[in-house]
């Protein structure tokens, strides 16, 4: 367990000085902790903090043995309460996020692990890739599509095989704001075979995501997402097929604003602003939290000669993923255009940045 290979190596990291209970019961709960006592270990933590409120170590090791034994519930509890007295923890506050993924939480697990990673520190290096993970796993719920891929990669990458993140990558690639453990049981075999799809194709043997999309799309051509997968695969392989796709896709989902979106960029690409305008705007419109779709109506409006209009929508997309450098290099033209000079010179660095480091970790 990835906190019992932490327990030992945080005691100091957690000792800032504040008074402790009794010694003596500060003593038993550390004997009780070390000799794999749990149950005793955790009763002797919990009558510590209440004794004394402020105790960082009493806390710490109470969310702790909390989580590897399953309690979330306490482990919350506890880990809230350190993050209050200690708020520059990035692994508390991990741990806080792990333990409201476990208890249903997740608008916070989210809040509460992005904080891990924008807290100075850094993690343990056995906590960074739960972290990292559960991370992604929150961010396809929240509707983050985009932004959680590449994380769900990494762990691609490495050659994992796991139902666990079969079910997260299939969810993604659906565009299905859940979690695995949410997944009705009549849709698991089909979200394990479009995340086995996506596994193949992040892994990078086209021919064989191939194979398998065109599969996925022959036994599920009625399923909302499986024609917008194959869409993007296609924009690499084989983009003129990926009007088709797009089309498909909508009569199966109408409201789907990614969809339409990418359809309303490529009548852009193709230079038909007039009738890329309306598409986006309807994908705006059906996609309020959808960057794609925001960013499209944003680079229509720009090219229709609307700056005004266009610089609020691509904001909005840049709020919704700031990874993007794309959207950071348009939002400088745009900002140009509009004589905001210095926006426009801040966002053109912002996206050389990005794709530099994109580059690197290429």
Partial sequence: MVTRILTGLLVCACTYGVAAPADDLATQAAAARDANNIPLALQLYREGVEQQPAWLDGWWFLGLLSYETAQFGEGRRAFTEFTRLQPKSPMAWAFLGLCEYET?????????????????????PDLEPVAHFHHALLLTRAGSFDRARPMFQSFVRRGILDPILMLGLGLNALRRPLTPKEVPAPDREMILAAGSTLYTWLAGDIGKAEVSLRSLVETYPAVPGVHFLYATFLLVTRPDDVKGELVRELGVNPRSA?????????????????????????????????????????????????????????????????????????????YSKAGRYEDAVRERRVSIDLAREAGGHG
Avoid: C, N
């Fill in 104 to 124: 249903g939480e997740y608008a916070a697990a989210l809040e509460h692990l992005d904080q891990s990673f924008s807290t100075g520190g850094g993690l343990h």
């Fill in 258 to 334: 990614e969809a339409r979106a990418l359809l309303a960029l490529l009548l852009v690409q193709e230079g038909d602003t007039s009738g890329a305008l309306p598409v986006a705007k309807q994908a705006a419109e059906d996609g309020p939290a959808s960057a794609t779709a925001q960013y499209a109506y944003g680079v229509a409006l720009k090219l229709a000669g609307d700056v005004g209009l266009a610089i609020p929508r691509l904001e909005a997309a840049l709020r919704m993923d700031p990874v993007k450098a794309e959207y950071h290099m348009t939002l400088a033209g745009a």
